[in-house]
Structure formats: C-alpha cells, structure tokens
C-alpha cells in the first residue's frame, strides 16, 4: 500500500462519510494518480489481479494494488 496527502481530494468524501473508496478507472478521472511499475527483470509472469484508491476527509490517500507475480 501507497499512501500520501493531497489536501484537494477531501472534498471528494461526502460530508456524513469519513472515507470513499474508488475503482482505479474513477480515481483517474477525479484526482491524480501515481503511475507504479514493477521493476524486476526476473519475473516470468506479472498480473494486477485488483486496484484500489481511498481518500479521508482529511485528504490522506492510499493505493492498494493486488499483483500476482510468479518468480521461478
């Protein structure tokens, strides 16, 4: 998990939320999103098996990436 603070996205939690969770499509088209790239030349086999965002009412983000990936 990835998190940081943008201050911008608190507005995007409604108001009687503490918390909203969003697919990777929706994040992409309310906020920025942080591109995240593997960088191990020895795996035989990457897949993302799910992708989430979440934002509080205080702005903290967190990125939630589920990768499957076969070493051997």
């Excluded at 939320?17 to 795996?43: F, H, K, Y």
């Excluded at 990457?46 to 076969?70: H, M, P, W, Y």
Aim: proline share 4%; net charge negative; charged share 25%.
């Amino acid at each position: 998990m990835l998190s940081w603070y943008d201050p911008r996205v608190a507005g995007l939690v409604p108001k009687d939320e503490t918390v909203r969770t969003l697919s990777e499509e929706q994040a992409g088209d309310m906020m920025w999103t942080p591109d995240i790239v593997v960088t191990n030349t020895e795996l035989h086999g990457d897949r993302v098996v799910a992708t989430s965002f979440q934002e509080d009412f205080n702005g903290k983000e967190s990125l939630t990436i589920a990768r499957r990936c076969t070493f051997f």
